[in-house]
């Protein structure tokens, strides 16, 4: 594979990702990166292309699905890096994001029960009970910083009544699933903590089902009937926990940004608030706080989107890119809430194909009820003091770790 042209930790992409993501789709449709310290990788950057990269079926997500391919598994790569105990390798060989082919279908179809919109609806009540409260406690104080105190326990909340923990146990459990985002915790004992605490879930909703996502799990089977075993229910628990939890946390700070940033819209959505649903997936479509899909290796030697690429080359799709890719959406940089799309012309914020994020409809709720307390039923939240920001991350601006607010 050709030397990579450029980091995605270089400035040019975390002081102004937006830009090095238009010049590079002018430049081409695949380009090497370098990545800290890893292989080089082919960034997708078209809005076709990456959507084509993350269906198509000579790419997988599991590097040992490529023939011949040597070297440790990502399950022992993981292991390694966390010291994680020998049993976590079950639960990473179950990983939904992880997995190809057959097994993920498999997966997919007993998972799914979980996630219906029927179910993620039913949990809209207690989303705007527990937003409430959590706007009530700040405005009390008058100040307080918008990501710790609203957006991270909201979205961390929901997770965990998703889940089914019980109400005395969240904080417990909360604090396990920040350790997941946090450098200076001790990850391992968390997972562990976690894990164990999970078990005995699963062990108590078979014996006694409730209305939440483990009863579904232990419960529901395919028509061949197959179900999942406690590894794979754990191995959700922990994928949702990663994936839901963090992601919806910072979808909201950049979403408030993003209105604060254009007043026009802000005011449209505020004289007429029921097209705040709509307006959610152009949010979505500027706000997205997830830049890259997961890694996918090729399963054979081939041509994709007109480049040579070999069995084994890594390839990632920029969302971000894709979601600014002017060929789908007209002047992508403006940010339109009343922007109407043709049929198939969607953003990529929750990825495409088989991996298709199975929270999206719980973010898109979460995010619409967040702005709707925050922005539309009151009208004072304003900016307190400096914003902080994390570390950058590969291919994306720095994520927001403080929003200090006034209410
Ligand atoms: C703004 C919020 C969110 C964003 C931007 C987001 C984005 C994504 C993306 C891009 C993928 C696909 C990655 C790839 O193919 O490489 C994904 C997968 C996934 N997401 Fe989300 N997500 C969000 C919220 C959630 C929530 C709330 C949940 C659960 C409650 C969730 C659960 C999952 C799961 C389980 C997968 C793996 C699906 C599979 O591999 O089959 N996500 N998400």
């Known amino acids: 594979m050709a030397e990579p042209i450029i980091s995605l930790l270089d400035p040019e992409f975390t002081d102004d990702p937006i830009g090095a993501y238009a010049r590079l789709r002018e430049m081409a449709p695949l380009v090497p990166i370098g990545f800290p310290g890893g292989p080089p990788v082919w960034l997708v950057t078209r809005h076709e292309d990456v959507s084509s990269a993350m269906s198509d079926p000579r ?48 997966l997919r179809r007993l998972v799914t029960p979980a996630f219906t919109a029927r179910r993620m609806k039913a949990l809209r009540p207690r989303i705007e009970e527990i937003s409430a409260q959590l706007i009530d406690a700040l405005a009390q104080k008058g100040s307080g910083d918008l990501i710790e105190e609203y957006s991270s326990p909201l979205t961390g909340t929901v997770i965990c009544e998703l889940i089914g923990v019980d109400e005395a146990d969240q904080p417990q459990v909360r604090k396990w699933m920040n350790d997941y985002a946090n450098a200076d915790a001790d990850i391992a004992t968390s997972l562990r903590s976690l894990v164990g605490y999970v078990k005995g879930l699963i062990q108590r909703r078979r014996a006694e089902p409730a209305d939440d996502m483990i009863s579904v799990l232990v419960q529901k089977g395919d028509e061949e009937g197959n179900r999942l075993t406690e590894a794979e229910i754990v191995s959700l628990v922990l994928v949702v926990v990663n994936n839901g939890h963090h992601s919806t946390t910072h979808f909201i700070p950049n979403a408030i940004l993003t209105l604060f940033d254009n007043p026009d819209q802000m005011a449209l959505l505020r004289a007429k608030p029921e097209a705040l649903p709509h307006a959610m997936y152009e949010l979505m479509r500027v706000a997205n706080p997830v830049p890259l899909a997961g890694p996918r290796y090729a399963t054979e030697d081939m041509e994709f989107a007109g480049v040579p690429v070999c069995k084994g080359d890594v390839l990632t799709g920029s969302l971000q890119s894709a979601n600014y890719d002017p060929s789908v959406f007209p002047e992508p940089e403006r940010c339109d809430v009343g922007r109407v799309l043709k049929r198939k012309e969607t953003h990529v914020a929750f990825g495409a194909g088989p991996h298709y994020c199975l929270g999206a409809m719980l973010a898109y709720i979460e995010g619409e009820i967040a702005l709707d307390h925050l922005l539309i039923q009151r009208d004072g939240l304003q900016i307190d003091g400096r914003l902080s920001y994390h570390e950058p991350v590969a291919g994306g601006a720095r994520p927001l770790s403080a929003f200090p607010v006034r209410l």
């Open 59 to 106: 790419l997988v997500v599991d590097h040992q699905n490529v023939p011949g391919h040597q070297g440790p598994s990502l399950a022992d790569q993981a292991i390694a890096a966390l010291d994680l105990p020998d049993e976590f390798r079950e639960y990473l060989a179950a990983n939904l994001m992880l997995v190809d082919g057959q097994y993920h279908s498999r």
